[in-house]
């Protein structure tokens, strides 16, 4: 997940003329919703609000803003989404520009910060091969995540993103205690008795809202063995995921692996989303 105030503040310390550009509304048909913003820089810029013409015209007025001193700190511009700037969304969008100074860096950084505690928690067991290709496919995705294995050397110098978190213990169980409620798991370590131990502890949790295990079907049935021997709920195995990434069986590439892998949390904690928001009426009567 890219954070833009990292970027800003390179930019104030040095002396380059910097926008922040914001979706501040958005009706109808748009390419991005309310909140989106792009940091607008002399030569780059990051994050986006969606695109094409409406973001090319968006870019060059925030050039303009914040190089010009004699133009508004600030400005606000309408833009209806149709043939005459060549996109046929059909909505309409309202933009705000803001000359990048000090005060916006404090507020986007505290905003950035408060987003961040909102995010949904992934706890990523193992930093194998595909351990790896997971957390790289997880940075830039607004999830907060935990990414744990027992060997310090297998984790890379940098994480892939300012929201993965390498954690080095041999206490992995610790952390799914810790964990809150609604968190995703995906368990993949170098060890089978460790991932059926990982596995239980979270399916005797019960309040996940993903559970991932990888293998193969004979290792879920191994695992289903194990678990209901030691007295756990059947009925829960409904709610574990496994083999993880599995919409191409034979493609096996954990780099392949790990874009399924994506999908599958997003969609499901999407879906977690839209039924926390639904009246509970609501719910009865789509499950009836």
């Known amino acids: 997940m890219t954070?833009?105030?990292p970027a800003l503040r390179a930019m104030l310390q040095r002396g380059e003329p910097a926008a922040l550009v914001t979706v501040a509304d958005a009706r109808g048909s748009t390419p991005r919703e309310p909140g989106a913003r792009m940091l607008v820089g002399t030569d780059a810029t990051i994050g986006t609000i969606g695109g094409g013409r409406l973001e090319w015209d968006a870019i060059s007025r925030a050039r303009m803003l914040a190089?010009?001193?004699a133009q508004p700190t600030e400005a606000t511009i309408e833009v209806p989404l149709g043939p005459a700037i060549g996109q046929c969304c059909g909505g309409h969008v309202t933009l705000r520009l803001e000359r990048a100074d000090p005060a916006v860096l404090t507020r986007i950084e505290a905003e950035e910060q408060?987003?961040?505690?909102?995010?949904?928690?992934?706890?990523?067991f193992g930093a194998g091969h595909v351990g790896k290709a997971i957390a790289t496919a997880l940075a830039p995705l607004p999830f907060d995540i935990q990414w744990i294995d027992e060997r310090p050397e297998e984790f890379p110098t940098r994480p892939p993103g300012d929201n993965v978190h390498p954690i080095v213990t041999s206490a992995p169980l610790d952390l799914i205690a810790e964990a809150p409620t609604g968190s995703?798991?995906?368990?993949?370590?170098?060890?089978h008795a460790l991932d059926?131990?990982?596995?239980?502890?979270?399916?005797?949790?019960?309040d996940f809202a993903y559970a991932g295990l990888i293998g193969s079907a004979t290792k879920r049935r191994r695992f289903e063995r194990t678990f209901t021997a030691h007295g756990g709920d059947p009925q829960i195995l409904n709610r574990l995921t496994c083999p993880i990434g599995s919409a191409l069986h034979r493609d096996k590439r954990p780099t392949v692996i790990a874009a399924l892998v994506a999908a599958e949390l997003l969609i499901?904690?999407?879906?977690?989303?839209?039924?926390?928001?639904e009246p509970a009426d609501a719910r009865l009567e789509v499950k009836l």
Request: glycine share 0%.
């Open 3 to 5: 954070d833009l105030a």
């Open 67 to 69: 190089s010009d001193p």
């Open 184 to 191: 995703c798991y995906l368990i993949l370590t170098h060890l």
């Open 268 to 277: 499901t904690v999407a879906i977690a989303s839209k039924e926390a928001e």
């Open 114 to 124: 408060a987003a961040s505690s909102r995010l949904t928690r992934v706890l990523l």
């Open 196 to 206: 059926f131990q990982i596995a239980e502890a979270v399916l005797r949790r019960a």
